[in-house]
């Protein structure tokens, strides 16, 4: 499986999770899955909050469902808490449906991981050009994509009171209307 797995990613972390897959299904499944998405038969394939959902077209058209809980520190799902359905007359845990459908899910993954690290690094050298004479501005955008979101501890009691000086803010607007601005 080790060449076949080269064609389907080069991250590391999904290599070895797909290796832990195969290693569930039997060779000829394998075989037989890998050639179906080959072939283009998995279509309808939607990410869902719980896992993926498929069809997968062979013989006839079958419908594949995965339900994933919980992933690890690559992001990945716990392939022990991982549940896949497939509709088809197979009565085995992993059909060829199933794997076409998680190779499909693999490539998808990886294509949509490399898109999320290709506009961090555009996003932040455009951040760079376009706020080099702003020092201020840069800090604050800097401060906006932050991993971790600026949240006030639960335990807060400062009561925020707010008043905005609407006579000064209408005078301004009408001086700005006035100008044409
Ligand atoms: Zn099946």
Redesign the pocket.
């Known amino acids: 499986m080790i060449h076949t797995l080269e064609e389907i990613t080069t991250n590391k972390a999904l290599k070895q999770w797909l290796d832990r897959f195969f290693s569930r299904v039997d060779t000829r499944r394998t075989h037989r899955g890998l050639e179906l998405y080959r072939n283009r038969a998995v279509t309808d394939f939607q990410d869902k909050i719980f896992g993926f959902t498929a069809s ?1 077209k062979g013989s006839k058209k ?1 419908n ?1 469902s995965a339900f994933f809980e919980g992933v690890n520190k690559a992001g990945l799902p716990h392939l022990d808490k991982a549940l896949f359905i ?3 007359p ?1 009565d085995v845990i992993c ?4 794997v076409a459908a998680v190779i499909h899910w693999a490539v998808d993954f990886d294509t949509k991981k490399k898109d999320v690290q290709k506009l961090k690094s555009s996003k932040s050298s455009l951040v760079n050009q376009r706020f080099s004479k702003a020092p201020a501005l840069k800090a604050l955008e800097k401060l906006a994509t932050k991993e971790e979101p600026v949240a006030f501890s639960k335990e807060s009691t400062i009561d925020w009171v707010f008043h905005p000086p609407i006579a000064e803010v209408m005078d301004n607007i009408h001086k700005i209307v006035k100008k044409g601005v």
């Open positions: 997968v079958y594949v497939c509709s088809c197979d059909c060829k449906h199933v």
